[in-house]
């Protein structure tokens, strides 16, 4: 079965410092993966994807992922962090295998922005 | 705004009364699904509709809640006899068909749900 997990639940940067996290992914085909953000009691949406065509990732607001196989990792970074990047971010998997695509995400990870 | 649209944004209910969200998905998208958030969690997979077919549903579903997509646009999410258990943010999301693995789903913003 597929599944992502995410590293710490918790992440906490200093404006303009960089921002890093976690995700692992486990999967017995290549998998499909994405990191979505989510605000307070909004919905998530999608800073990027991993689509097979390259393994570094850019998506919106700065942000970047690499793929690597070899440590089953999709880590997002993003070089200077701003006070606007304080959200909740989740990383998941699609899961094409089923035929639905449905996602499975990890448990999220807050991230916190000190001024 | 034609993103995923979702009502009630809130709803407040008593144990044991029944409720029903409703989804509008993007026009022309195919796949939409149900999630559940619980606080501190990632979205849970409920179940998913190809056009008016569910196809999928998880075991997280009881047989509490329904799902329905009539003519393959909206659908809505019935819960019966409302547990406190049943107090989450229910999420929809849609998605085209045709795209294979790189289909990407938009996610409404939400119904929170409070049992009280």
């Known amino acids: 079965a597929q599944s992502v997990t995410q590293l710490g639940s918790h992440v906490s940067v200093s404006e303009g410092a960089l921002v890093l996290l976690r995700c692992n992914y486990s999967?017995?085909?290549?998998?499909?993966l994405f990191w979505y953000v989510q605000y307070p009691n909004q919905g998530l949406q999608l800073l990027l994807k991993y689509t097979s065509a390259a393994t570094l990732v850019k998506g919106i607001n700065g942000f970047e992922a690499e793929f690597k196989k070899s440590e089953t990792s999709f880590h997002l970074t993003k070089p200077s962090a701003h006070m606007s990047d304080a959200a909740e971010y989740f990383c998941a998997v699609s899961d094409y295998f089923s035929g639905t695509y449905k996602y499975i995400f990890g448990t999220g990870t807050r991230l916190k922005v000190l001024a | 705004d034609t993103g995923v649209s979702q009502n009630p944004r809130h709803k407040i209910t008593k144990r044991g009364q029944n409720v029903t969200f409703r989804c509008d998905p993007i026009?022309?998208?195919?796949?939409l699904y149900w999630y559940r958030q619980t606080l501190g969690q990632g979205p849970e997979f409920l179940t998913y509709f190809q056009n008016e077919a569910q196809l999928e549903k998880s075991r997280l579903l009881s047989d509490r809640f329904s799902a329905e997509r009539p003519k393959g646009s909206f659908s809505t999410l019935e819960i019966q006899r409302t547990e406190q258990g049943d107090s989450a943010m229910y999420l929809c999301?849609?998605?085209?068909?045709?795209?294979?693995?790189?289909?990407?789903?938009?996610f409404g913003q939400g119904t929170r749900l409070t049992v009280v």
């Open positions: 026009s022309e998208h195919n796949r």
């Open positions: 999967s017995s085909v290549p998998p499909y």
């Open positions: 999301a849609s998605s085209p068909t045709g795209e294979g693995v790189n289909t990407e789903a938009f």
